[in-house]
């Protein structure tokens, strides 16, 4: 028997929520709101797109039991626990 794929939450509100740790669900709802209202503009759908596909992307970080770590390492600027994207990506700076 196949392995099954991991399971993809893909761009779904509900799975999303489901992802976040809880102290990000009522910023991640207000701007889901937020732009779910918005959306009734048909021009501006695309902008609810763009957000749950942020918000699916910021899940992913923030529920890595890792996070909370390296984001105070990179906090507190000790670059000798991470690469910058400088350094990384030789010019980086210069394509923002």
Known sequence: MAAEPPHEIGDDPAEILRLL???WHEQFL???HTDLDAAHEL???????E?????????IAVSNPDFDHAERVVREGRTDEFVSMEMAFPGWADRQ
């Not at 021009?43 to 797109?49: D, I, P």
């Open 51 to 59: 957000l749950l596909h942020i918000w699916r992307l910021h899940a």
């Open 43 to 49: 021009w501006r759908f695309k902008q609810l797109q």
């Open 30 to 32: 207000s701007d889901h």
């Open 21 to 23: 740790p809880e102290r």
